[in-house]
């Protein structure tokens, strides 16, 4: 069971570069979102999807784009990297079961370190 | 606005010497209250759930306290391999998204 796996784990762009960063769960995990993680920041939520077909932007949702076409995949895309897009990013699944010990918890992938030039 | 402070930003402890990590929070309906450990280089790491105030819960040398305005981590006689950032997370019901509201994290540090 590899839980979240994100690829891949460091990339260097230029500044207008595009890029796909990919994540893929295999829990079944219905909810699936893309956070970014800044020196002195709390996580941000980027992008979310509550299942295939159906995304929706959260609080820092620009220049950023995102699709769900399986319950396991949720790719994040760049369509023009900016220095501002430096960050670490992380994508996290959790259970759409509620009532239960585990419910609402996210499990994150790994990360993956982004620096724009 | 749902605001989550942690404090303090860093702490550096001896091993053996207990602590207290603070989540204060601000959220309309809390739904939860959510610790993790996060290690460097590495995603952050469910600890605890919390879900209303006066609950507890522990684990090995961690326990999780929760009132209504703040959470506590309680780190008692700490190892050096507790060293992580702890985050906390708030969620609140309703709302866009999927509700929550991470806190900036405590970093920890236990030295040998």
């Known amino acids: 069971n590899a839980g979240v796996t994100q690829t891949p784990k460091f990339q260097v762009l230029k500044t207008g570069q595009s890029m796909t960063l990919q994540c893929a769960q295999d829990m079944n995990h219905e909810y699936m979102s893309w956070y970014r993680q800044d020196p002195g920041m709390g996580l941000r939520l980027i992008h979310y999807?509550?299942?295939?077909?159906?995304?929706d932007q959260g609080e820092v949702p620009n220049g950023y784009n995102v699709s769900r076409s399986t319950t396991e995949d949720f790719p994040l895309r760049l369509l023009s990297a900016a220095p501002s897009q430096t960050s670490v990013y992380f994508c996290?699944?959790?259970?759409?079961?509620?009532?239960?010990?585990?419910?609402?918890?996210?499990?994150f992938g790994a990360g993956s370190r982004l620096t724009v030039l | 606005e749902d605001q989550v402070t942690q404090s303090p930003e860093a702490l550096r402890l001896q091993e053996g010497e207990s602590s207290s990590l603070n989540c204060s929070y601000t959220?309309?309906?809390?739904?939860?209250l959510f610790w993790y450990r996060q290690d460097p280089g590495k995603g952050p790491e469910f600890l605890f759930t919390l879900y209303s105030a006066g609950e507890e819960k522990e684990k090995e040398r961690l326990k999780a306290t929760l009132t209504k305005k703040e959470s506590f981590l309680h780190i008692t006689a700490p190892k050096p391999e507790d060293s992580a950032t702890y985050l906390c997370a708030v969620l609140r019901s309703g709302g866009g998204a999927d509700g929550l509201t991470f806190g900036k994290g405590t970093h920890l540090i236990i030295q040998p």
């Open positions: 999807s509550v299942g295939a077909g159906i995304t």
């Open positions: 996290a699944s959790r259970s759409p079961r509620t009532g239960f010990n585990g419910a609402n918890v996210l499990t």
């Open positions: 959220v309309s309906g809390l739904r939860g």
